[in-house]
């Protein structure tokens, strides 16, 4: 069984930085996309960043330039830099993965098959 944790969040003041992590364990797709996603209240979930086995790269316009996402193999970990965050960053951030495809196919979040339990980032002002 898949499963993933988060660890890294926390509370930062506003332009602060934050890195999360995500450790996956029970993977064995040699193609999937990994990602971030993040649900404030009473919002719905979005997706902020996501990569994929092809080298390919994806971010919401609202964390562009800010965040990165990267992962390491050896490590099977996700990470996502957070950089000059903002209080509308504050939100329960999910890591998720979608065995067997690519960002070109352009999955819907339906699509990725597995969760971690959230981690909360608040940022505040």
């Known amino acids: 069984e898949v499963q993933l944790v988060e660890s890294g969040g926390g509370s930062v003041q506003s332009g602060g930085s934050l890195r999360l992590s995500c450790v996956v364990s029970g993977n064995a797709y040699k193609q999937y996309i990994m990602g971030w996603f993040r649900r404030a209240p009473g919002k719905d979930r979005e997706e902020v960043a996501l990569?994929?086995?092809?080298?390919?790269?994806k971010y919401a316009d609202s964390v562009k330039a800010r965040f990165t996402i990267s992962e390491d193999n050896a490590k099977n970990t996700l990470y996502l830099q957070m950089n000059s965050l903002k209080s509308e960053d504050t939100a329960m951030y999910y890591c998720a993965i979608a065995q067997g495809w690519l960002l070109r196919e352009m999955p819907t979040q339906a699509r990725f098959d597995y969760w971690g339990q959230g981690i909360q980032v608040t940022v505040s002002s």
């Open positions: 990569l994929d086995t092809h080298g390919g790269l």
